[in-house]
């Protein structure tokens, strides 16, 4: 594949999509999933491809909630190993929180690979494979789960999500956080805290968080936890998405 040069206005989002290419190729991304990552750069687009304050103070309350838990999982699928595997594993590692693939176009052949590429970047245990329950209420293979990760998690961290899940995972009483570029999305109106920004961006930034939190006092933490309003948040992007649209010509 050919050299993108450091210097191209666009070297971040060709980087990506190089990635993201790559991993369709060797069976971590499903097809689909280059749509996904379609889509979520046109709304990353819209967005000025930058973190926008509110996506910051959304991923500030979910490294709170993260700090919070008693039993954190991250889940992840094909694109977001694909783009940030490392990430993922260095905040389950920082919180500490555990890491569990869940795929909705779920084959072993995709979940041995996905397991073997986050054991090459370093993660000690992956969940995930035993998938021995399921989520009730979902008629898909995003229902399969580990009963000692998602099953039994009372906060789950899901960048890239179907609103299904989402909605199946709040009926089961865990906070849900969710990393979605389309402040729109199903699962953007149904998580409990919605971070409208890049995984490549928003993962990292959830560590940072995590780091300046980790020793404040626990009250404060509620506090930020308890004031937040994720509907409120999602309206302010929103209004920010439409208000830099009307501004451009
Ligand atoms: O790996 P699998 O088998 O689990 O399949 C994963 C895909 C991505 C194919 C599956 O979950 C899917 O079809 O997702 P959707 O329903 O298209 O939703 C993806 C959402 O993620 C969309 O709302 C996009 O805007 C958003 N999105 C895409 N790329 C990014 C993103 N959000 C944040 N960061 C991104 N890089």
């Not at 190089?18 to 060797?26: C, L, M, P, Y």
């Not at 304050?53 to 992840?76: F, G, H, T, W, Y």
């Not at 709040?170 to 998580?191: C, E, F, Q």
């Not at 020793?215 to 930020?224: A, P, S, T, Y």
Request: glycine share 4%; hydrophobic share 40%.
């Amino acid at each position: 594949m050919e050299e993108i040069p450091k210097t191209h206005p666009r070297y971040t989002s060709l980087m990506a999509r190089k990635k993201i290419s790559q991993s369709t190729k060797n069976g971590i991304v499903h097809e689909t999933g280059l749509i996904a990552h379609g889509r979520g750069e046109a709304f990353d687009y819209l967005l000025g491809e930058k973190t926008m304050p509110q996506s910051d103070m959304a991923e500030k309350v979910a490294a709170a909630v993260l700090l919070c838990a008693n039993n954190p999982v991250i889940s992840v699928n094909g694109n977001v190993v694909s783009l940030v595997a490392e990430d993922c594993i260095n905040l389950a590692d920082t919180l500490p929180a555990k890491l569990e693939i869940n795929l909705f176009h779920r084959t072993k052949k995709r979940i041995e690979k996905i397991s073997k590429e986050l054991s090459n970047y370093g993660a000690k245990k992956v969940y995930g494979q035993k998938a021995d329950v399921k989520i009730p209420g979902l008629e898909h293979n995003r229902a399969l789960c580990d009963r000692e990760g998602i099953f039994s998690a009372d906060v789950v961290l899901v960048p890239l999500e179907d609103g299904d899940r989402c909605q199946a995972l709040r009926n089961m009483g865990k906070t849900v956080i969710a990393i979605d570029l389309n402040p729109l999305s199903r699962t953007a109106r149904t998580a409990s805290i919605t971070i409208v920004d890049n995984v490549t961006r928003a993962i990292s930034n959830i560590e940072r968080w995590v780091h300046e939190l980790k020793n404040i006092d626990k009250n404060e933490l509620n506090n930020l936890i308890e004031t937040w309003d994720n509907e409120k948040n999602l309206s302010e992007m929103v209004s920010f998405i439409s208000k830099r649209l009307n501004s451009l010509f």
